[in-house]
């Protein structure tokens, strides 16, 4: 069909659909199924509606500048492939002012073949097209993260202050791509619609990062982390001993307080991925403690078998735990609302877990570029929710001053989203799931790195990690013995003995013996009883005891245990009568308690000159002392 019929059909079509009652916005999208089955237009009618829906006129102008090009030098090529579609509008009429539908059907083409979109592509400068590129694999993203992956500034800013964000906008060569947020301190993101992004990932060859990828070695120079296997069975005993003593403090949210950090750490012993950074040295406690709260067994249920733990602390990971706390940069965690979060960021590493290959490095490269293409992104809030986290950075403005800044849609990914997948890596680690290769951020926080878990390079699924998450069926055989069973409970004293080296004994045994040497420690009654002010609290210390540090004892150590038990409680609190005490000057008082019949069967003598009186007997005991002329209240 030719192009002045087919224009004049589109032409027909938009006119009779146009009506005040109609919305103009829309017509495009109405005369589709019409306007195919009049001309055989080879177009995908969502592609229609996807040009429809998410472009304005302005969108679909800077489309069609670029489009033009293709039409003016390829006609002949374009109307042998017979696509029936009106492209000659663009160069028959000005873009700048036909109607909105029009637009739309004059572009539909660039959409309609993967040859025809290729010779748009060719027209387009190289950071449109690399930025037209990404964003056919990523499901959405800020115009901040793809302008860093394309290398250009995609974002400009008019009128900004110090303390606001000013006048945001996408940068005009970049309009063609559909994106929404500009506006006042606004927050832009990019997004092809679904059928579009549909068709140009059939256009486009798949990138590298597709699929995850494994590497030979990490690359020399950085940290490494292999001996988390070995490590996590030597600390998860006085861990868990440490986590029911309740010494963790939490805060109202339930985010680990961090003033109590580096007393954990220099009190257990452990051993971090950054030990000598000052500015990351507790990375590690930060994310065992963590852990350790959101595990809430009830005392019955503590089992002194290691490996069974760490299954436990898997379940808790998409039970109860929130890897949104582990995200120390930012602030105003307790601001954020959980009423309708599901657990989401944590189902989805454990999904990681379950894609990473077994025994073999990826990088994190591949990961986070894998993960965006994939939309396995780790959100640890509701992204509504998002506004309420903060951070400080320096100003660009005064040189020294911090800046108090939200975190907005547009640069959650780099503050929320990429650190809560490095944060659950960082994790698994500190767990032994994982090993890690890593290095320490450098440069200013917000503008160099966004978290502390940013130094990541490389993860590596181990044979522990593989086992905690089902990944193989073989049983798996930790690489040390319990700390507990290094400890020797004497069958004829109540003395322990361990190795002069054991690190773990002195915070196990803390809070139920005292050290007498450096092989040996002694329980007393004052030891044990130390912390317990009732009987169901010396029960429930016995039974830990028994579970986390003993769970073999020698007769003698039960003996002790049932001795402790049958003194509990050994006195019964009166409450049903008035103590009174009498003034030693006062003797004709004295002389009538003592002598007077009546209330001698009332009242029972104690010392200090005090006297005890049974509430029932109060009203008698008054009446009669008022016979007597005496007054008591």
Not at 361 to 374: C, D, K, P, R
Request: with cysteine; aromatic share 10%; glycine share 4%.
């Amino acid at each position: 069909m030719e192009q002045t019929q087919l224009i004049s059909k589109l032409d027909a079509l938009i006119k009779g659909n146009t009506s005040n009652e109609r919305n103009r916005n829309n017509i495009a999208s109405e005369i589709t199924k019409a306007y195919i089955k009049q001309t055989g237009a080879r177009i995908a009618p969502a592609i229609i509606a996807d040009l429809d829906q998410n472009y304005n006129k302005e969108g679909l102008q800077a489309l069609a500048s670029y489009a033009r090009k293709v039409v003016l030098n390829h006609l002949d090529f374009l109307d042998g492939l017979s696509l029936n579609l009106p492209y000659t509008l663009l160069t028959t009429s000005e873009t700048s002012t036909p109607n909105k539908a029009r637009l739309v059907w004059s572009v539909a083409f660039i959409f309609s073949n993967a040859d025809v979109y290729r010779l748009f592509r060719d027209t387009l400068p190289p950071e449109l097209q690399k930025a037209a590129e990404q964003l056919t694999w990523l499901p959405r993203v800020s115009a901040e993260v793809l302008g860093q992956a394309i290398g250009s500034d995609m974002i400009v800013r008019e009128g900004r202050h110090q303390f606001f964000g000013g006048d945001v906008k996408l940068n005009k060569k970049f309009k063609l791509l559909p994106h929404k947020g500009e506006g006042w301190n606004g927050s832009i993101v990019l997004e092809w619609p679904s059928t579009i992004r549909a068709f140009l990932q059939n256009t486009y060859p798949q990138p590298e990062n597709y699929q995850l990828r494994t590497s030979p070695e990490p690359l020399a120079g950085l940290l490494r982390w292999e001996d988390g296997e070995l490590i996590i069975f030597e600390e998860i005993q006085k861990l868990l001993a440490y986590r029911m003593q309740d010494s963790i403090a939490v805060n109202n949210s339930g985010k680990v307080a961090a003033n109590g950090l580096k007393k954990m750490r220099k009190l257990l012993g452990i051993r971090e991925f950054f030990p000598d950074n000052d500015a990351f040295s507790l990375i590690r406690t930060t994310c065992l403690a963590q852990m350790l709260v959101s595990y809430q067994p009830k005392k019955s249920q503590i089992n002194p078998d290691s490996l069974d733990s760490l299954r436990q602390f898997r379940k808790t990971l998409d039970k109860t735990f929130a890897v949104l706390f582990l995200l120390n940069d930012l602030k105003n965690h307790g601001y954020v609302s959980f009423y309708y979060y599901k657990q989401e960021a944590e189902l989805a590493l454990v999904e990681w877990m379950n894609r990473l290959p077994v025994g073999e490095w990826v990088s994190t490269e591949n990961l986070l570029a894998y993960g965006q293409i994939h939309d396995l992104q780790v959100r640890p809030c509701r992204p509504g929710e998002y506004s309420s986290l903060t951070y400080e950075a320096e100003s660009p403005w005064r040189a020294g001053f911090m800046n108090k800044e939200s975190v907005t849609s547009a640069n959650a990914y780099l503050f929320v989203e990429r650190p809560a997948l490095l944060a659950g890596f960082f994790l698994f680690a500190a767990l032994g799931w994982l090993d890690i290769a890593y290095e320490a951020p450098t440069g200013k926080f917000a503008k160099d790195y966004y978290s502390a878990y940013d130094g990541l390079r490389y993860v590596k699924l181990n044979n522990l990690g593989s086992s905690i998450f089902g990944r193989t069926t073989d049983a798996y055989v930790p690489k040390v013995n319990t700390a507990t069973q290094e400890l020797r409970f004497d069958d004829q004293s109540l003395l322990i003995f361990c190795d002069p080296e054991h690190v773990v004994a002195e915070t196990i045994l803390a809070n139920y013996a005292e050290r007498v040497s450096p092989t040996r420690f002694r329980v007393t009654p004052d030891t044990f009883l130390k912390d317990c002010k009732t009987k169901q609290q010396l029960l429930s210390k016995i039974t830990l005891f028994c579970k986390s540090v003993a769970p073999n004892l020698p007769p003698n150590w039960k003996a002790f245990f049932d001795e402790l038990t049958s003194k509990a409680d050994p006195l019964t609190a009166v409450t049903d009568m008035v103590t009174y005490r009498i003034s030693p000057d006062n003797q004709p008082l004295i002389r009538v308690l003592a002598q007077d019949a009546v209330l001698k069967t009332m009242v029972v003598k104690a010392e200090g000159f005090r006297i005890l009186v049974a509430n029932d007997q109060l009203p008698r005991f008054r009446s009669r002392l008022r016979e007597l002329g005496y007054l008591v209240g």
